[in-house]
């Protein structure tokens, strides 16, 4: 089948009659999974790569890991590997099925003390060298189990034979508000990571871990669900995501001494960190939720490329001119939840003359509430009278129209104000609730989509829009935070707000079939809850709330390790107060992704406003490309506090390189772009129209690029080569 150290455990799929150990070989395209089961203990992952790579290795991470009420774990510890369950699990069967473009691996196995019986599915393309994964414990046994924990998928296998677990580097990043997708890469064993205590010396088994959690609705507002382990010394990488709106813990473990020590565990919500636990009575069964691996010979960038292809994958049956359509959105830095009609008809002009090609009316339309703060009063959404006298909203929607321009607008339907009139129209259990009362965060009650009333108000809501303004383009957002969950109707706070997350998921993906048509963005505070549950049915992530242009590069440069660059939204917000090279920093933010206009473009003088105009038509012209493209960082990942950030984009035909700065005048920026590119191969694509940056070849294959200015100031290449 293959030539590679893979062939024989791939040929082999058969048991030794005598050792009693089953090797198990999986190839789905250029991905090679090897596993290997015996008699005394659970499945483990020995090999994965590819197939000139994938190597047996002496893993002994078992691929499942469950605690149960009773029968936690089977070594004292807070993490979330040893468990009882998982240690008993033994292989019963497995089984291969192929499809056009993918593949799918299922293994089975049983634990004889609880009657559980587990199965782990893969499914993966034939063209990508990754795999997407979920786990579904059923109770075959006589009684009930309490579930407290459940793996979506753990792994050992992350070095080869010779290779070494010193060399390993993590790479893991942190959101904030504002500060979204700041990455940090770090030795595995180092002062902030794992510790190597000597565990042969001291005959004491690894305890510790290096772990990222989220606790609920807020899914990227803390840690984030993407990491890379990464082998400096070879450049082996592999690369996971954690696929879920809710809580999701992963963690990195040094499970035993010797070079195959670490393994990887990926879990949703659990008992230790978010309230979780379920019964399962016989009969009864309980999917984790999905998670995916990436791996790559090629470091952190060449993992992160095949997760990118592999979200592209995921999202196959979604149609790629949705994420094409150019919006402008009047809240950043402009109107910022205050429209009325007076205000936006000048805006609507002047975006429709600068190229965009949809107009988002965002928070305030709903707004008749009279109060200075309209925040807790949201949730009927009917629009305003007294912000659109004179025709109404109406009026505004059909100036967009008339201008050549879709339709868009805010909402923000999971909430409800406390002040809003159908907080007392829904029945309390239409909420999340804990202990017999709603959830209150912010003075905003949480609606609960597993209700059927919480689910017909959103619905009304919707139908009665589209019918009334035939809206193109809706911008959902989420402002707050659930906390833990709701108990009602649930056999812990962690399970109904799980119940809840995939009620929500479920409505998105009802509400877009219902509306083909009509765009999508997700937005969370900005991007707090970018995760990929959403990403695979959204069309557009926001990706910051950040208000200030100086700041915005380190998002945007960081956002592609977590976003698909044709959904990662972009702000650019230039103003009239804006020096030129001021509007072309901000522009270059939005063009470095997809393009989220913003700002008075009605009061620019004609050269400001041509240079808006010349992003977005750039912006046009390359798109078809971005939503190709795979990222690299020419100046390593973004620091929030450099004083200069670059971002490729690498498509098949084309290359787009993103560099800011805003520092000293004398600086030389050195980026990496591959050996065969000189400066001679870097051609400016915006700003044209000012002083160009001077570019020469440096040392070790670097090209030095020279502002030649302090300050703000920014550029888009394109690599053409000779």
Same mark, same amino acid.
């Given at each position: 089948m293959y030539d590679g150290p893979a062939a024989r455990a791939l040929t082999d799929n058969t048991s030794d009659p005598l050792s009693g150990i089953r090797h198990i070989g999986w190839a789905a395209g250029s991905l090679v999974l090897l596993f290997k089961a015996s008699k005394d203990h659970p499945v483990v992952l020995s090999g994965l790569g590819g197939a000139e790579d994938a190597h047996v290795t002496g893993a002994t991470q078992p691929i499942v890991e469950v605690i149960a009420t009773g029968d936690g774990r089977a070594r004292t510890t807070t993490r979330l590997t040893n468990t009882g369950v998982g240690s008993r699990l033994r292989y019963l069967e497995h089984s291969m099925h192929n499809e056009p473009g993918e593949e799918l691996l299922a293994i089975v196995q049983a634990d004889a003390v609880t009657g559980l019986r587990v199965t782990t599915t893969f499914i993966a393309s034939t063209d990508v060298r990754a795999v997407r994964v979920v786990t579904t414990v059923h109770n075959d046994g006589g009684h009930p189990v309490v579930l407290e924990a459940v793996s979506s998928f753990a792994f050992g296998a992350v070095v080869n034979p010779g290779e070494s677990t010193k060399d390993l580097l993590v790479h893991s990043g942190t959101g904030e508000q504002l500060a979204e997708n700041r990455w940090t890469a770090r030795p595995l064993w180092s002062q902030t990571a794992l510790a190597d205590f000597n565990a042969a010396f001291t005959k004491q088994p690894g305890r510790g871990s290096f772990e990222a959690v989220s606790t609920s609705t807020w899914t990227t507002g803390r840690a984030l669900p993407t990491g890379v382990l990464e082998n400096s010394a070879t450049g082996r990488s592999i690369a996971w995501q954690i696929e879920h709106n809710g809580g999701w813990r992963w963690e990195v473990d040094n499970v035993r001494e010797g070079e195959d020590s670490v393994a990887v565990i990926l879990l949703g919500p659990e008992d230790l960190d978010h309230h979780w636990s379920e019964e399962l009575n016989p009969g009864d069964s309980f999917t984790s939720v999905p998670v995916s691996l990436a791996v790559s010979t090629d470091g952190f960038e060449g993992a992160i490329a095949e997760l990118t292809r592999h979200r592209r994958w995921l999202r196959r049956n979604r149609d790629a001119d949705r994420g094409s359509l150019l919006v402008y959105n009047d809240f950043m830095n402009t109107l910022r939840g205050n429209p009325t009609t007076e205000r936006l008809l000048p805006l609507i002009s002047a975006a429709a003359a600068a190229g965009a &090609?949809?107009?988002?009316?965002?928070?305030?339309?709903?707004?008749?509430?009279?109060?200075?703060?309209?925040?807790?009063?949201?949730?009927?959404?009917? *629009?305003?009278?007294?912000?659109?006298?004179? =025709?109404? /909203?109406?009026?505004?929607?059909?100036?967009?129209?008339?201008? =050549?321009?879709?339709? =868009?607008?805010?909402? +923000?339907? &999971?909430?409800?104000?406390?002040?809003?009139?159908? #907080?007392?129209?829904?029945?309390?259990?239409?909420?999340?609730?804990?202990?017999?009362?709603?959830?209150? +965060?912010? &003075?905003?009650?949480?609606?609960? /989509?597993?209700? *059927?009333? #919480?689910?017909?108000?959103?619905?009304?809501?919707?139908?009665?829009?589209? &019918?009334?303004?035939?809206?193109?383009?809706?911008? /959902?957002?989420?402002?707050?935070?659930? =906390?833990?969950?709701?108990?009602?109707?649930?056999?812990?706070?962690?399970a109904g707000l799980l119940g809840h997350n995939r009620a929500h998921l479920a409505w998105v993906a009802g509400l877009q079939r219902k509306y083909p048509r009509v765009i999508f963005e997700n937005c969370g505070s900005g991007a707090m809850r970018a995760d990929f549950a959403m990403m695979e049915l959204f069309d557009l992530q926001s990706t910051s709330d950040q208000e200030d242009f100086v700041l915005y590069p380190a998002i945007a440069a960081g956002a592609p390790v977590q976003i698909l660059p044709e959904q990662a939204g972009n702000w650019a917000y230039p103003q009239p107060t804006m020096s030129q090279e001021e509007i072309a920093y901000t522009m270059v933010s939005g063009l470095s992704a997809r393009l989220y206009v913003s700002g008075f473009l009605d009061k620019m003088e004609d050269e400001q406003f041509a240079l808006v105009r010349d992003a977005l038509t750039l912006s046009k012209s390359i798109r078809d490309d971005i939503a190709m493209s795979v990222p690299a960082w020419p100046m390593s990942l973004p620091d929030w506090y450099a004083d200069s950030i670059a971002l490729a984009l690498r498509a098949p035909d084309r290359t787009f390189v993103y560099v800011w700065h805003r520092g000293a005048e004398d600086a030389e920026l050195s980026l990496h772009l591959g050996a065969d590119v000189r400066a001679r191969h870097l051609v400016e694509q915006h700003p044209r129209t000012l002083a160009p940056w001077t570019a020469a070849d440096g040392p070790d294959n670097s090209v030095i690029l020279r502002p030649g200015q302090a300050g703000m100031t920014a550029r888009v290449y394109e690599i053409i080569q000779d």
């Open positions: &090609e949809c107009f988002c009316i965002d928070a305030g339309w709903h707004d008749d509430s009279g109060l200075a703060d309209w925040w807790p009063t949201v949730g009927e959404w009917i *629009p305003s009278v007294n912000r659109f006298p004179d =025709g109404g /909203l109406a009026r505004v929607i059909t100036a967009i129209r008339d201008a =050549g321009m879709k339709v =868009g607008l805010w909402l +923000e339907p &999971e909430v409800i104000g406390v002040q809003s009139p159908i #907080a007392t129209t829904l029945p309390d259990a239409a909420f999340l609730q804990r202990h017999g009362r709603r959830v209150v +965060e912010h &003075e905003r009650h949480f609606l609960d /989509l597993r209700h *059927p009333a #919480a689910r017909g108000h959103l619905d009304a809501a919707f139908d009665r829009l589209v &019918e009334a303004f035939d809206v193109d383009f809706f911008k /959902l957002d989420y402002n707050v935070n659930v =906390g833990p969950g709701t108990d009602y109707e649930a056999f812990s706070v962690g």
